[in-house]
């Protein structure tokens, strides 16, 4: 560390005397890895992110906004992977997230047009894995990004694309293979910044402090026998609508990159995973296991949803009739004493320069932008 330049010295001094104070853990840890973007192995900015996230406050608000989405006893897998990727949004500070509605930049967040048909086909597969947990589209997802990519005229924005989907999706090793394949084919700062970002959620996904240990679904079974025992089961769901699937457009023609008996095969030669004992965590999570699958009281986020939606309350009561109260920290916020009062008007100023920006592109641009339709042609 001594061998780093004094401005990565800097940065980090930066990051650690600013990560003490209320809602700054998340622009210090993009402080960070800007660092680790320019000397990848610097073991000090990548524990020091583990820290930032380690704040009681930051570790108090993720939960109660992972929350609002999934129920902290819902231990299925793709739900895990759906709490991650949350997170990851909640807490990138990229830049390219928020520069890819700009004008000039619509590619960014569409996809080269040539093959933004084939793209839009696998992003709908993605979100099959992402929304329902059918990890079988996954496996038919990459060969047509692959087949984009080998089409296009634009591969840096078809690359980009893809990467950039499956890291908004929560498949992070999935993404650091295309923007390592980005990297290796472009020499481009922005696509380097975000795989380092990328790199660290796929390495660190286990020890995210706010997230529930991962599970196998049993939790979920349990408290589904609670709420309604007569609900079918997510292997139900899921074969059901691959049968929707197979009515409305047919059989798939398409096959996964691997086939199952190849990956038996790796499977087989693979070694096996050693069971370890169970990591302290900063969260007591025994409360999971405990929870008795009764309906409680409501999340404090679930009462003001109701002060602000007076006409939906009884629908909001009885949806997150069984979402858990989660206790804030006794510690108070530690503000920076440095930091302007709270403003709206710079706010809503910030919002209308972002709707001046939205404006300047043409009328030709959004339709491009906005052509979501998939291509019902197989590509196989």
């Not at 700062?189 to 706010?210: S, Y």
């Not at 240990?213 to 709420?227: E, Q």
Request: with cysteine; net charge negative.
């Amino acid at each position: 560390m001594s061998d780093y330049p004094k401005y990565i010295h800097d940065m980090l001094a930066q990051a650690r005397d600013e990560g003490q104070y209320y809602c700054y853990q998340s622009d210090c840890a993009a402080l960070c890895f800007d660092v680790l973007a320019l000397v990848p192995d610097c073991r000090e900015a990548n524990e020091l992110v583990y820290e930032l996230f380690c704040d009681e406050w930051t570790i108090y608000d993720n939960r109660t906004a992972v929350q609002q989405n999934i129920d902290e006893w819902d231990d299925r897998p793709h739900q895990q992977r759906r709490r991650l990727a949350l997170s990851f949004r909640f807490m990138s500070r990229w830049e390219g997230w928020h520069r890819e509605y700009t004008k000039g930049y619509t590619r960014e967040r569409t996809g080269p047009p040539d093959v933004r048909k084939i793209l839009n086909r696998g992003k709908g597969l993605l979100l099959e894995a992402y929304c329902l947990g059918d990890e079988e589209c996954t496996d038919y997802a990459w060969p047509l990004f692959r087949q984009a990519i080998k089409k296009t005229n634009d591969p840096y924005h078809a690359l980009l694309w893809v990467g950039k989907m499956y890291a908004d999706l929560g498949f992070f090793a999935d993404a650091c293979e295309v923007l390592l394949e980005l990297c290796s084919r472009f020499d481009n700062a922005d696509a380097r910044r975000l795989l380092v970002e990328v790199r660290w959620w796929r390495d660190n996904a286990h020890r995210i402090p706010w997230i529930p240990p991962a599970g196998d679904g049993s939790r979920y079974k349990r408290m589904m026998k609670f709420i309604d025992p007569n609900a079918p089961t997510h292997e139900e769901v899921i074969r059901a609508l691959r049968e929707k699937t197979r009515e409305h457009r047919g059989a798939p023609k398409w096959k996964p990159a691997i086939t199952p008996e190849l990956a038996a095969l790796f499977g087989e030669a693979m070694p096996r995973e050693q069971t370890a004992p169970p990591a302290k965590t900063l969260v007591d999570w025994s409360f999971l296991d405990r929870d008795d699958g009764q309906p409680g009281e409501l999340p404090k986020w679930a009462k003001r949803q109701m002060k602000m939606m007076p006409e939906h309350a009884e629908d909001i009561a009885q949806m997150h009739r069984w979402s858990r109260p989660i206790k804030p920290p006794t510690t108070p916020k530690r503000r920076n004493p440095n930091e302007q009062p709270f403003d709206p008007s710079e706010m809503f100023a910030a919002m209308d320069a972002a709707k001046d920006d939205m404006d300047e592109i043409t009328p030709d641009e959004w339709e491009e932008a906005e052509d979501d339709e998939i291509d019902d042609e197989e590509p196989f």
